[in-house]
Every structure is written in C-alpha cells, then in structure tokens.
C-alpha cells in the first residue's frame, strides 16, 4: 500500500481516510479541483491489501478511459475496464465501468460482484442528468449489500438528502464529509463591449447590462448599434500581458472552438524551445495512434506549433487523446473545448474562459445552472501552482441581466432531482426474479423519496402499464415467467421491443450480414435538428418500409398503455456509410461521404459494436445467427472503431 501519511492532506481528504480505515461508506460533497481522486485511490488501495476488489464507476466513457488509463501506471496488470465497447481484463480486482454497465451486472451478473469491497461513483451528482441519471439511481438501487459505497459529488445542497435516502434502503452508516473551500479559490472577470471589468461591480455601474433584463431591452437599437463586439483577440492579448496562461476557453459549439483557435492562429505563445518540444512530442503522438496523414491532424498542426488546439466530440477519439496528451504536457498554452473536458478529467490551467453563459439542456436553452459552472470554472487554478484561478466571462448584454449573473456566479448550486425512467430491460431483469413484487422496488427509489403522491402515483402506474404491456407482447408469460423472448429483450438495453419484435417475426435472422449492419446502424442513430433525409436505395427502402411498419405497431400499444417516452424509430442517415465501412473501405475516405463529424461516426459504430455484443450475451441465440453477428463484429470493430486497441496503446 502507498504511504500517504508522508503527504499534506487537506481536512476533508483525513476524514475520508479515517473513514475508510473504520469501514464506513462515504459521500464526499466538495469543489472541482478539490482532490476528491485521492480519496478513492485510498479506497482502492486499502481493499487490494486486503486481496478485496472495487468497481470504479464513471458517467461516460471518455472518463472511464482516462481513469483506466491513470490507474494502469499506479497498478499495473490488476486494472480491467468494462464499457459496453470495451472489454479489457474483465477479472481484474480493479475494475472500471461505465455506470451502465455497473447497474447491467448487478442485474444479470451478480456473482461478478462478490469479492469487491468498494463500489466507487465518481460524479455521482449525475443522479440529476436527464438522459443517465436513472442508471445512476437504479445502481444504488440494486446493489449489492455488501458493498460499501465511496460517493464523489460537486458541491451541492442536498447531498444530507441524498445519503438519507441511501441510509434509508441499504441500512448501513455512511458518512457525509462536505469541503466548500476551494484550494486555489477564483476570482471573476468580465468582457463587456471589448472591455474587461476586474470585478461584478464594475461591470454592473458600466450600465452596459441591465438589472433585470425587460423585453424592451432586446429591441434597443441604438445600444445594438453603439454596442463593440467582445473580440478574441482582446481577451487573449489581456491574459498573455497579465501572465494568465495557460487557458481553457469553453465554449458550447464544435464549430466555434474551431473557429476561434484558428482566429488565434497568428499569436505564438511558445518560446522556441517550447516550440520544438511540442512539435516533436505531437509528431510523436501522431506516429504512436496512427495519425500522421488524417487531415484534421494535418490541420491542427500550424495551431499546436503555436500552443493552440480545439478539443470535441467531433474529433476522432484518437486525436482528442493527443490533444489531451499536449495539455498535460503544459506546452499548450490555449485549448478551445466543449464542456466534456471539464468532467472529471483532472487537466486544471490557469484561466477559465465561458464563451456564453447560456446551454441548451437536452429540450431548451436556458442560462447555465450554477454547478455546471463550477464543474467548467473549478478547472482555474492548479494547485500547488497558481495562488488563485481566473475566470472570465464573455458577456452579451442582449442575453443575461445583471440579476441574472449574480445567480449563476454567487448562487446556490441546484438541487439533485430524480430521473427515474427505468427501461424494459431493467424492469424484465427484476420480474424475473421478483414477479408481482416488482412494485415493491419503487419505494426503494430516490424518486419515491424526493416525491409527493401524486408523483408516486404517476411513477408506480407507468410502471404497471409498462408490465401490462410486456404480458399483451408475450415478454411476461401467463404464469408469471420471462418469455424465451423475455429473456432476450432484457439483454438489450434501450432497444428491448424493437429487437424482440423483429427477432419473434425471424426478420432478424433473415438479414444478410451487411443487412444487419445496416439495422443496428439505423437503431442507434439519432438525426440532428433539421438534419436532411437522406437517399435510400430499393432495397434500404423496402427495409426502411418493414421497420416502419414495426416500430408502429409497438407505438400503438405503447400509446394503448400510456407509456411514455415511445421507443425509438429507425433512422437510415447512416446505411450509405455502414455499406462502406462494412466493404472495408479506409475511415479517411469516409468524410467526402457524409457531413456527420468523425467523433460522432466513430461513436455510433461504436454503439453498434455494443448492440451486436448483447445480442451475443444471449445463449438462447441460434448459432448460425450468432455466427452472422461475430462476422459483422469483424468488419466493424477496425481501426479507429476498436477502442480496445487505442486503449491497450502504450504511450
């Protein structure tokens, strides 16, 4: 075991460890940058001396791949990652997982479960996230007892609600340690009309904004035309005379970090030795990861001689990584990023830039909440470095008041809210054990904690609908027993009626293995905003036709049962580029094909891999379909498609 009684601990990082050392499970509620990792590395080392093991739990893969990425340099061969894409070391004693793949073993494969002694949720205040949260809810849930439970949270307000709840149906002692002191604390400046203003108050008696923003103001055309616009280059020329970099500048558009990087393009930041280093280490990273003729890699180039780079999810996976890589490095000088860098990946600069204030959350936009802006603003300052953070806040007068403001800098962060959805799979996976008690699982739920009756009403309701519904389509027999297509659907998380129709119907098993593909692709596919349809061949539009005719009928009994939301539709926006990639041709080639970002490709070919794995997972499958699925395995899982490969590369 490492020593840590050498290190300089902060108040709340002793209590944790005092904690762990009495074997009491532990919520930590404290600031981004606060030093939350040590605590779980404690954990994890206090159950490997004991030849116990731990489950590491993160809410995206990038995370996952970083956290397995760190913990193979601290303990070598006894570290394994589990991500629905990825299957590395799968018996390791540490073990990194996505937290839907967590909530998936528990439910189909518990004894995997038995000699691990912490179950570690970092970011655990994803319990509120519209899309995850419910995995991160049905975890907690169903976990095992004998697990004891490291949570890692951002700051917020109830996290004394969140442990009751947990106390409440694991009856276990689990202790609260809440830290609000930042170690390197922050100070706050603003762009207004060109100008930065040091300090709120400033910015405020400007009369550049107004107190509390009436409609009459967006319609001021004569502050519209007297009003400069907040260059870049401003900015930037005030942090390199100040000393203020290195920088992340966060911005909620791919297209704008891009943009703006290349708008810094004609600074330099590196001296030139500096300047040497960073394009040796990046000419060296490009070689390693099998990058050195991509064309956005070519691009970054000229920007990364400078200490300049863009980071998002349209980027292939591969180069994030090393863009990640220069960062850390300290020779880039300004990464423009959405704002997934900022989650949970430990890369701290000295200045924080917000290029808005305001994000679309999943149905709407809406000003930020105040602990997405601490996630992004905690990343200034590193510590041991910088005596404080600088965060800058790009300003435009016609989108936030000056009430407005002052909430999300001095609010109070946003409550955790349940957003308890559970799927098929999940409630097929628990009637099979449990039948008609099913409904005694709800109250074990943080919904059914934070919730007045009639919300409880509403939840338990939806939830008999739902088995009321699996029963009409034969998933729950008349004896109260999962169906052989019942057992099937609960392995397919998120597309449980739609692969169980169409494998009952033999469609699936009628498919070419190129045919296949195209199915899985068209599942997992979601179409932006306004995105064009596109071009579909004879047979893609017969298919296209019998899908359609599928996904109806489940509607229609879904709407029958008032369950809501309906399950997904087939979108074909990526047949023409599976058939391609299916062929075998190169990913390079793939771009004059489409308009869809690299990243985004990459994810959803990714996914496929998922889906066709669980489709594996079932051994009540027939061989020769379970021998379609492995061969169309084989010609997806290549290149920068195989995430295990890019994980096992040794940097």
Not at 136 to 164: C, F, G, Y
Not at 420 to 434: E, F, G, H, P, V
Request: proline fraction near 3%; glycine fraction near 4%; charged fraction near 30%.
């Amino acid at each position: 075991m490492r020593i840590y009684k050498n290190l300089v601990l902060d108040k709340f990082q002793e209590e944790a460890i005092n904690a762990i050392d009495n074997q009491e499970s532990i919520l930590i509620s404290a600031p981004t940058g606060a030093g939350k990792t040590l605590v779980a590395e404690y954990a994890i080392d206090s159950a490997i001396a004991k030849n116990k093991g731990i489950i590491y739990t993160a809410p995206v893969k990038a995370l996952s791949n970083q956290k397995y990425r760190d913990f193979r340099k601290l303990y070598k061969d006894k570290v394994g990652i589990l991500t629905g894409d990825v299957s590395i070391n799968p018996g390791s004693p540490i073990m990194i997982m996505t937290t839907e793949i967590f909530r998936n073993v528990i439910l189909t494969e518990p004894k995997r479960l038995d000699n691990k002694e912490w179950i570690i949720f970092d970011e655990i205040h994803y319990l509120d996230d519209f899309e995850r949260g419910t995995v991160w809810e049905e975890s907690i849930m169903l976990m095992p007892r004998h697990l004891k439970i490291l949570a890692l949270s951002a700051t917020v307000p109830n996290i004394d609600q969140i442990t009751l709840w947990i106390r409440t149906i694991h009856h276990i002692p689990i202790k609260v340690i809440k830290e609000d002191r930042r170690p390197v604390p922050l100070s706050f400046y603003f762009q207004c009309n060109d100008q930065i203003f040091s300090t709120l108050r400033g910015l405020r008696n400007s009369e550049l904004i107004s107190e509390n923003f009436p409609k009459s103001r967006r319609k001021d055309q004569r502050l519209f035309m007297q009003l400069k616009p907040n260059r870049i280059n401003t900015i930037f020329k005030h942090l390199k005379e100040e000393n203020l970099l290195p920088c992340i500048y966060f911005s909620f558009s791919r297209k704008r970090t891009e943009i703006f990087a290349q708008e810094l393009a004609m600074y330099n930041f590196l001296n030139p030795e500096e300047k040497k280093e960073i394009t040796s280490l990046y000419e060296k990273l490009l070689k390693t990861f099998d990058l050195e003729h991509e064309p956005t890699s070519l691009y970054l180039f000229d920007l990364v001689k400078n200490g300049i780079a863009f980071h998002h999810a349209g980027l292939l996976p591969t180069l994030k990584e090393v863009i990640e890589r220069l960062f850390t490095s300290k020779l880039l000088k300004a990464i423009f990023t959405t704002e997934t860098f900022a989650l949970g990946i430990n890369m701290p600069a000295r200045t924080v830039i917000f290029d808005d204030l305001r994000k679309f959350y999943g149905q709407y936009h809406r000003n930020i909440k105040t602990r997405d802006f601490y996630q992004m603003a905690g990343r200034a300052g590193r510590r041991g470095i910088d005596k404080k953070g600088f965060v800058f806040m790009r300003i435009n007068p016609f989108n936030v008041s000056k009430r407005e403001l002052k909430e999300i800098i001095y609010g109070e962060s946003e409550e955790i809210k349940s957003q308890l959805r559970s799927n098929y799979a999940t409630i097929l996976n628990l009637y099979k054990d449990m039948q008609e008690k099913i409904y005694d699982i709800y109250p074990l739920s943080f919904h059914y904690f934070q919730s007045k009756e009639r919300k409880k009403e509403d939840v338990l309701n939806l939830l008999k609908n739902k088995i009321l519904l699996l029963k009409e389509l034969d998933y729950i027999t008349s004896d109260n027993k999962l169906s052989w297509k019942g057992e099937f659907a609960s392995r397919m998380y998120s597309y449980e009626l739609q692969i169980g129709q169409l494998y009952e119907n033999g469609f699936l098993e009628s498919l070419s293995e190129k045919e296949l593909a195209i199915l899985i692709s068209s599942l997992v596919y979601e179409p932006r905003r306004g995105q064009r349809k596109p071009t579909l061949g004879k047979y893609t539009q017969r298919m296209q036709g019998l899908l359609e005719s599928t996904i109806k009928q489940i509607h229609k009994t879904e709407k029958k049962y008032r369950v809501y939301p309906l399950s997904k539709r087939f979108y074909f926006h990526l047949s023409q580029l599976t058939c391609l990639w299916f062929d075998g041709i190169e990913f390079s080639k793939l771009a004059q094909f489409t308009d869809i970002d690299e990243g985004e490709l990459v994810r959803y070919l990714r996914m496929n891999i998922q889906v066709l794995r669980e489709l594996l997972s079932f051994e009540g499958v027939k061989e020769d379909f379970k021998k379609k699925v492995k061969n169309v395995l084989k010609r997806i899982n290549r290149d920068v498609i195989d995430a295990e490969k890019q994980l096992r590369q040794e940097i």
